[in-house]
Structure formats: C-alpha cells, structure tokens
C-alpha cells in the first residue's frame, strides 16, 4: 500500500481447475494470492485500500451443501483469526465494496481478467496490472526470517526423501516405483504437494531436460538422475541428484561427475552479496568447458570453447534460478533485472543480494538432438570432438542441484544436505536393497 498509494489493490486467488467432467485438479493457490494472505482455499479475493489503511478478504458463502460434500471451510470470523486481517466478508459483496471504495482514486492495480470482470464497478479507474505485478515481484525476492524457515523445512523433507531413494533404487524397478519413494517419504512428513512434477531419468533419458515419462526400467550400469522437490506452506525446494543404479559409479561416470561437482562446488562458493548472476553462469561454463577439455570432448582455448557456444552442446541451460513461492520465482521486478551485454544469453540476470534464495544446478548431457545436428556439428568441427561424443549417447546427463541463501557477507547458506560426494554416495549405495 505504501509502494501504490494512488489505487486500490486488488487480487483474486484461484479457482479450482477441471480435470475431467466434475473431478478438478488438486488446488493450488495463486503464488501472489498466498504471498499477501496465507489462504490456500480457492474463490477468494483481497482488495487493500490504501487512503483508508484497510484490507478486505472476501471468501465464498459456503452453504450446507459444501460442507457435506467437502467438509468445513473457515467462515469470517475464524478467518480474521487465521490470516490477521481486520475484515473479512462474502465474496458476493466484492462488487459493491469495490464501487464504494472506488471514489478518490484513479488506478486499480489488478491483473487483467479480474478488471475484465470487474469492468462496471472499476469504471473511472485505470487498470495498472504491470505496476502491480512489479512491485509484488519485488516484495517477493528478498526472502525473510520466516520464509526461509519454511523453505529449509521443504529442503529437510525433499532431502531425506533423496537419500531415501538412494537407499531404495536397485536394478529391475521402474523410474515411477523411484518417484513413489519419493512422494511417500514426503507425505510422511506432512507434504502433500510437490514443487513440480517430478524428473525420474534413468540411463539415455537423463540426457532429456524436463524428462516426464517416468516409466522405463532401471538396468545396473546406467546413472539415474532425479530433480524432485516438495513445497511447504507453498515455499518450494528443488534439488537435483544423479547416482548409479548399481552399487557404484564406474570410471567413465565418475569422470564426468567430477566435472560438474567442481563447477557446482566452484558456483556455490561464489554466490555472494554483489556478485552478477550472469558472472556466475559463465563461472560454471568455463569450469566445465575445462572439465570436458580434459576429458578429450572438448579442444581449443577454453575461453572460446565458452563464447563460441561449443560447451553449450553438453551444458545447454542456466546454472541458476530464483527460488520461492515458485520453483522458477519472480526475478526481483524491473529495478533489479539487468541487460545481456555480453555475446552470452543468460536468462536470469541480477546482482545477488542478501536473502535471495537461488538454485546451483550444472550438468553435462549427452544429447543425440545437438550432437548429431548436421549445422551444430559443422559450426563447432573443430571445437567438439564428435566422434569422442558419440560414444557417450547412452550415458545420459548427470546434474547436481542444491539451494543456497545469499549471505551479507562471505559464502552462502546452502540448505540442501544430500550426500554428492562420490564416496558419501556410493556407501549409500552399498546399503541398497
């Protein structure tokens, strides 16, 4: 209310989705919508008046109908008690709340389809959707105390669900049997939603970014890569693993593996107050064109193995991403987002600051798509080593992921404690069953 004096602000929580004829997906609510309220019921609405420093939750008017069928929803004065906000009404009386409060003001700052809506009680108003969507980005990146107590709670659940995994895994079983692990040990802790649907690739498939399928077998000598995370209170861990399906890692593995722990660990110990996120990028770029150079993948200057794209072929997406009440969250509105200027596209480009919570993820790939591109294999001839490559289809990819919070000062608090050593993860792997 402070940032946008001149408009009332209002914000529409979401509404169950249909699935099939009258079963909805399982709800979740609008990341704004939970950011400024704590509701996770669906039909609900928040309009904050800033001239008359006063906040409105409207919720629906439950009838004996929905408490049979879904059971009992909090009505307006336990909703008072639940959110801490001073009003609470039905959302039936929106439109005319909205009409009376309306006068004095020239803006409404909404999104587009609730103004879409709301056409005939906003009239007078200008619908200012980008100005609110920056300014709630900008509350949003710089987490609290709070916040990052819940997201430290997710990372503890999702990582002992890993470990879980690492435990469990074993020849013979079927990537979803993997993400089943997984989704019991966080229902057991009380995490009834993931971050995002869960990337259980083993083999070849690891070298699909956003694998989905989650259904082929497991055979003894092929790495499995799992990226899986739950969210508590909506705050969302994502962390990603890449370990043998047997007992352990062979030396072709652990070879690549090596390159892309250097870069995370090199990554990790330079995410620090001040630092360009962009530098960062091209900090895990230059450690694995390195790494691959090494390996006899890669040949040349390593410099121009970066800015000539030619380690793009095995490390094709960003080291780093916001993390929050969305897996990939809001980047800190316009102030804080900074322009490409080198020969490098970087998605996420900011200087870090204290209380970000960022992803750490490097990984090598070895993608049939790029490597066997007739235009990519003449542009980098002599950069990439093809044949080399080749050899490596059926090795997938391996990623490591951890969360970290930018520190005021020195290296940052990295939430994630799930064995990525070599040796931690090959004594998990003994205990297999």
Request: proline share 5%; with cysteine; aromatic share 6%.
């Amino acid at each position: 209310m402070r940032r946008l004096p001149d408009g009332l602000i209002l914000l529409s929580g979401g509404r169950e989705t249909p699935r099939n004829h009258d079963v909805s997906y399982p709800f979740r609510q609008k990341s704004d919508f939970l950011y400024l309220t704590g509701v996770e019921e669906p039909g609900c609405h928040l309009l904050l008046d800033p001239k008359r420093k006063q906040s409105t939750l409207f919720i629906p008017r439950i009838d004996n109908h929905h408490r049979v069928w879904e059971g009992h929803v909090p009505g307006p004065a336990e909703s008072r008690k639940l959110f801490g906000i001073s009003r609470v009404d039905y959302s039936d009386q929106l439109r005319g709340t909205l009409k009376a409060a309306r006068r004095g003001y020239r803006n409404l700052y909404t999104y587009k389809d609730t103004a879409a809506a709301l056409r005939e009680e906003s009239r007078g108003l200008s619908p200012r959707p980008a100005a609110l969507a920056d300014a709630l980005e900008e509350l949003r990146a710089v987490k609290t105390e709070e916040e990052l107590g819940f997201m430290a709670f997710a990372n503890r659940v999702s990582g002992a669900a890993h470990k879980a995994v690492m435990r469990a895994t074993r020849p013979g079983l079927r990537e979803y049997e993997v993400q089943a692990i997984f989704d019991a040990e966080c229902l057991k802790a009380g995490l009834k939603h993931l971050a995002y649907p869960s990337i259980v690739a083993a083999g070849a498939n690891g070298a699909v970014l956003h694998y989905r399928k989650n259904d082929a077998l497991l055979k003894d000598g092929d790495l499995l890569l799992i990226d899986a995370g739950a969210e508590h209170k909506g705050y969302a861990a994502d962390i990603t693993r890449t370990f043998p399906v047997g007992k352990r890692f062979t030396q072709r593995q652990k070879d690549v593996y090596n390159v892309v722990l250097k870069a995370q660990k090199t990554c990790i110990d330079g995410a620090r107050a001040g630092v360009i996120s962009g530098d960062l990028h091209i900090l895990s770029m230059t450690t694995i064109a390195a790494g691959l150079k090494d390996l006899g993948l890669l040949k040349g200057d390593v410099s121009g193995l970066v800015e000539g794209g030619a380690v793009r072929l095995f490390y094709p997406h960003g080291l780093t991403h916001m993390l929050g009440l969305d897996v990939h969250d809001v980047t800190g509105g316009k102030r804080r987002q900074l322009p490409n200027t080198g020969k490098i596209t970087i998605r996420f480009m900011a200087k870090l600051e204290p209380g970000f919570v960022i992803t750490i993820e490097p990984g090598v790939y070895f993608i049939e798509a790029l490597l066997r591109d007739p235009e990519l294999r003449r542009k980098h001839r002599g950069s990439v080593d093809f044949a080399r490559a080749e050899k490596f289809l059926d090795f997938g990819g391996i990623r490591i992921e951890d969360d970290v919070v930018i520190s005021p000062s020195g290296p940052p608090r990295d939430l994630t404690s799930v064995p990525k050593e070599i040796a931690e993860i090959e004594e998990l792997r003994r205990a297999a069953r």
